[in-house]
């Protein structure tokens, strides 16, 4: 099946950086968009930033000029800069890719959603 894996989150400064990684890996015939979420105690996920297979992106107004959201086609494997990072930052960020799965012969899945496992990033002195 599918598997998105996170990686790079962890505890920084207010102001500091981090690079948050995803990769897929599967029986993927074709991804039509990546992105990331957000979720914080007690508060609902929320989107971060995403884009799709034509390159465009689409960023949460609280992260803009912020956060930058890049794609490797080749690798399957969507990123995310995170600069000028606030404590309101803080939260557990999921990686979410709406793709396409191939079967057996000529079969293919219909498109649908999978989601990452979760990385935690908390901003604070």
């Known amino acids: 099946q599918v598997q998105l894996v996170e990686s790079g989150g962890g505890l920084v400064q207010p102001g500091g950086s981090l690079r948050l990684s995803c990769a897929a890996s599967?029986?993927?015939?074709?991804?039509?968009?990546m992105g990331w979420y957000r979720q914080a105690p007690g508060k609902q996920r929320e989107l971060v930033a995403a884009?799709?297979?034509?390159?465009?992106?689409n960023y949460a107004d609280s992260v803009k000029g912020r956060f930058t959201i890049s794609r490797d086609n080749a690798k399957n494997t969507v990123y995310l800069r995170m600069n000028k990072l606030k404590p309101e930052d803080t939260a557990v960020y999921y990686c979410?890719?709406?793709?396409?799965?191939?079967?057996?012969?000529?079969?293919?899945?219909?498109?649908?959603?999978?989601w990452g496992q979760g990385t935690q990033v908390t901003v604070s002195s």
């Open positions: 979410n890719a709406d793709l396409i799965v191939r079967g057996s012969g000529s079969y293919y899945y219909p498109p649908r959603e999978y």
């Open positions: 884009t799709t297979d034509t390159g465009s992106t």
């Open positions: 599967g029986s993927i015939f074709s991804i039509n968009s």
